[in-house]
């Protein structure tokens, strides 16, 4: 069998935290290997809301998820990281000599000196409806992401769901799509009240069909595309939506996956860490972003960053032992290929 790779950092999840990490770590000349269950960079902004605006990044009023990542992955490039997409980290185990190996699902092995999980919510997947035959039209017309808007231009698009992904994306497919149908068990919807209101003007300009109190009962349809979705109301009484695509948002499951196996301190399916180094209950490895957890952590991307500049240069004597680590803003050092 081949020598597995070695790197100084490994980094598992490609999420906006991830990549900045990434950034970090090469400005302290760490090299890194970036891990992703998803074929995509991005984490949540690339699956979840590839097209929304983000307000609160720091130097852009309003940049999209999407072109968020990119920018990420642009800064962290002249570092050269080593991406492994669509591959989970499946194990993580000490090293005799020092150090960690990592596993993926992909078969592919590497050794870092230290670890970043930036892994988020965990190995995120969809809490799926539970329709007989779902599995059919997953990925063809039954969708839990939406990763282009474009493509349900002209479709009966049935949404399922009351919280804000429901709604956020009922109101932003509703100038593209030919119809919108948002299937909620509740009149009422959970999402942020602006939200749910401008929802209520749509529907009573007759540009959005909520089709309340109701449940997803039944697909129908051939070779994975939809031609109907059936839906009963709380007495039993059905009825059918003619619909190409059904979006489905019932929530994120939180399973933290294989991490939970990793012999890491948590804390409610999240990584106890010191915050002002984000190391966690073992030395050598550092959780950031999401699924780090300490007194007044706020889940923002924001934080996350800071997290991954603390974490980086807490790694730093684990890379290069005995070289003291000065301080120094990027002005100061510059990057590689920019200055
Ligand atoms: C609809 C929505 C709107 C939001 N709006 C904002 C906002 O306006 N401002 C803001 O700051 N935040 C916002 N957030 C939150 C923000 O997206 C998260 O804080 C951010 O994505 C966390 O980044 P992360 O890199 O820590 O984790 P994630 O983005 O969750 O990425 C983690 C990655 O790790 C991968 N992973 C997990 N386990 C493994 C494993 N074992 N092996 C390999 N890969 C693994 C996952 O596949 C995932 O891609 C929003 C979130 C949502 C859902």
Redesign the pocket.
């Known amino acids: 069998m081949a020598e597995p790779v070695r790197t100084d950092v490994a980094i ?9 990490a990434v950034f970090e770590c090469g400005m302290l000349k760490m090299r890194c290997h970036v ?4 074929d995509v ?9 590839p097209e ?6 720091p130097g852009y009023p309003a940049i999209d ?1 999407a072109a968020l990542v990119e920018k990420l992955a642009e800064q962290a490039a002249p570092f050269a990281p080593v991406y ?1 997409l669509g ?4 194990r993580l185990t000490r090293e005799p000599g020092g150090g960690f190996r990592l596993a ?2 992909g078969g592919a092995e590497v050794i870092a000196t230290a670890v970043i ?8 997947g969809p809490n799926r409806p539970p329709l007989p035959g779902i599995e059919a039209y997953e990925g063809k017309s039954v969708f839990y992401y939406v990763q282009r808007r474009d493509a349900f231009r002209g479709k009966r698009v049935v949404i399922a769901g009351g919280g ?2 429901a709604v ?1 994306w009922a109101l932003a497919l509703a100038d593209v799509a030919a119809r919108i149908m948002v299937v909620h068990r509740r009149a009422k919807f959970r999402a942020a009240p602006e939200s749910a209101a401008r929802l209520e003007t749509l529907a009573k300009a007759g540009r959005i069909d909520l089709v309340v109190p109701y449940q997803l009962q039944a697909l129908e349809g051939a070779g994975g595309m939809l031609s109907r979705v059936v839906v009963a109301d709380l007495d039993g009484k059905t009825r059918a939506l003619e619909a190409d695509a059904l979006l489905a948002f019932f929530g ?1 499951s939180m399973s ?4 939970a196996d990793w012999g890491l301190n948590l804390d409610r399916n999240h990584i106890a860490v010191t915050p002002s180094t984000s190391a966690s209950s073992v030395p050598g490895i550092f959780a ?5 957890a300490y007194p007044g952590k706020l ?6 960053f800071a997290e991954a500049a603390q974490a980086a240069h807490a790694i730093y004597p684990l890379v290069h032992p005995g070289e003291a680590l000065h301080f120094e803003y990027s002005t100061t050092k510059g990057v590689p290929g920019r200055s």
Do not use: W
Not at 52 to 57: A, E, F, L, S
Not at 117 to 124: D, H, P, S, T, Y
Not at 299 to 304: E, F
């Open positions: 598992v999840g490609a999420g906006p935290v991830g990549l900045f891990f992703d269950a998803l960079p991005g984490g949540q902004c690339a699956a979840l809301y929304k605006p983000i307000y609160d990044i998820a492994h591959e989970t980290v499946e993926t699902s999980v930036a892994a988020g919510v965990g190995a995120f804000d992904s956020d994120l933290l996956g294989p991490i950031i972003g999401d699924i780090a889940k923002l991307i924001l934080s996350g």
